[in-house]
């Protein structure tokens, strides 16, 4: 377990948060998968090729691979140690309050589409985890959407009705296992959660049995579309394809206006054990308060299968890990450290004496119309296709869109790829003013950070960073724990905004379309694809 604790809040002189590190994900700790798989080093020809190892790209590689197809996965990092990674691992078709919006910006069967598409999902997931016996800590559980505020229910209650009206189990209640009282809260029976890392690694090495091939270290750096297709990588090698699945979270092309139709947030996440008789038995989430989604899974704080792996269904001494997730903010915030301090606060008022031992956070993509983009990737595409926009249920969607991609690529139908379709133009009326907040959002960021006043280098602690002038020029400068100053450009290497600091996980940020990258500028999180420049301070 990491030695990193994210403890109380703790004050420096002058009232500043002090400057510290997340402990990690507990899905990446305790299943750290083999050894890495070498990076593409030579040409390659197939039938696909599916660029990111999330669980949208190796779902859709997985799916492909049964049809008959030779498809080889490219990816950056490791496989499913990005925001799959990183999530909070619920599989759900109750996405907050999302069905009575359906049903009034589009229409009552767009929502039913909806329904069916993620159910279809997950049961599929389900029947896969027991076709390749997978431990992967399944459990079947009730999702709920609740509301603290009297002044809510009307809108909890027209979210049950038209999520029924949907096709969902779906039932509108005033009684929770959570430790205080609600409102109100919809309910949809019949939901699941796992371990998304044992998933995803059982499903890449199936794949790899069947022919598939996946290269991490993978940087891609172009697409040339044509018949093949080509998409080049840092390393110089070549993957020649009929077809191409941007599966990157955050499309690393844009050809079709879909930065203008994104935009990122990051939540953060804190996690430690509690006594199974704690356990509020179900996954919960609020929109009040920030957002606040609890729920628990079972505690084997170790890898493998040893002796302190964990016994029964309720892992380690009959304890079960407490998942809390909350605190959206545009990415490259200042003030992160503060955020995991209310979130670890709100933790222990309702769960007494529970030991955050874990903290880490992710990062979701937005939609300006709610729904996922996953389908063609432009209006003339005819073999490259994208999967983006989830809005925090990447799980439940990125399976989805496995299947929704693999119809199209094979030829086949499928119900709902209209309402999935990145070219839709009915909902672009109704989407405008979100459209344009989001842009106001990111010009405001491009103009207003080059106008903002710079702190003195001096002025920056040790682990802490900002950015700083030098005449004309901004550099993003962070000072490591023994005083030694990194200097690198501080314009991201996407589109040109400037990144900010995140002080709790030591990562550079951009607020625009939310590239990160490390403390020596390497890129952990696209868009962008190419590292910060070094400095000279």
């Known amino acids: 377990m990491s030695e990193h604790r994210h403890e109380g809040a703790q004050e420096q002189p002058g009232g500043r948060h002090e400057q510290r590190r997340v402990s990690g994900s507990y899905w990446v700790e305790t299943a750290p998968g083999p050894p890495a798989r070498p990076p593409l080093a030579e040409d390659l020809d197939v039938d696909v090729v599916v660029i990111g190892a999330g669980v949208a790209g190796l779902s859709t590689a997985y799916e492909l691979t049964r049809a008959g197809l030779g498809v080889a996965v490219l990816e950056a990092r490791r496989v499913a140690a990005g925001v799959t990674g990183h999530t909070t691992a619920k599989l759900t078709a109750l996405h907050t309050l999302i069905y009575d919006k359906l049903r009034r910006t589009r229409d009552v069967e767009a929502a039913r589409l909806y329904a069916r598409s993620q159910s279809e999902a997950i049961e599929h997931a389900e029947a896969l985890v027991d076709e390749l016996d997978i431990e992967c800590e399944w459990e079947s559980r009730s999702a709920y959407t609740y509301v603290r505020d009297p002044g809510r229910v009307a809108e909890l209650r027209a979210e049950a009705e038209a999520a029924r009206e949907a096709g969902l189990p779906a039932s509108f209640v005033t009684e ?201 990737l432009h209006a003339g595409a005819r073999h490259t296709y994208v999967a983006t926009g989830f809005g925090g249920w990447g799980l439940s969607g990125g399976m989805m869109a496995g299947r929704l991609l693999t119809a199209l690529i094979t030829g086949r139908d499928c119900a709902w790829r209209e309402l999935y379709d990145p070219r839709r133009v009915r909902t672009a009326v109704r989407e405008a003013p979100t459209f344009l907040r989001t842009q106001a959002e990111v010009a405001r960021h491009f103009v207003g950070d080059r106008l903002r006043p710079a702190p003195p280098v001096e002025a920056i602690p040790p682990g802490g960073g900002a950015v700083v002038r030098d005449g004309a020029d901004r550099y993003a400068v962070h000072r490591d724990d023994e005083g030694n100053l990194h200097a690198l450009s501080a314009r991201c290497t996407h589109l040109g905004c400037l990144v900010s600091f995140n002080s709790a996980e030591r990562a550079w940020e951009c607020p625009c379309h939310g590239s990160r990258f490390d403390t020596d500028g390497q890129v952990i999180q696209g868009p962008a694809t190419k590292p910060l420049e070094p400095r000279t301070w």
């Open 176 to 376: 929770t296992g959570l430790p205080f009282p609600v409102a109100g809260a919809v309910r949809v029976a019949g939901q699941a959660q796992f371990h998304p890392r044992k998933y995803l690694l059982a499903l890449t090495a199936d794949l790899l049995e069947r022919g598939g091939r996946v290269y991490e270290g993978t940087v891609v750096r172009g697409l040339t579309e044509g018949e093949p297709c080509r998409v080049t990588t840092a390393t110089g090698a070549t993957v020649r394809a009929r077809s191409v699945v941007v599966a990157t979270h955050y499309p690393i092309f844009d050809r079709a206006l879909l930065f203008a139709r994104l935009s990122p947030r990051r939540e953060l996440v804190v996690a430690g054990p509690i006594e199974a008789g704690r356990d509020p038995g179900g996954m919960y989430i609020t929109p009040e308060e920030g957002t606040r989604s609890v729920r628990t899974a079972p505690y084997r704080p170790y890898a493998g299968d040893g002796p302190n792996s964990g016994d029964g269904p309720d892992g380690a001494d009959g304890l079960r890990l407490l998942v809390v997730t909350g605190e959206h903010f545009t990415p490259g915030s200042a003030d992160t450290p503060a955020r995991f301090d209310r979130l670890a606060a709100w933790a222990r008022e309702h769960f007494p004496g529970v030991d955050l031992v874990h903290s880490w956070a992710t990062q979701d993509i937005d939609p300006t119309d709610t729904v996922p983009m996953v389908g063609p």
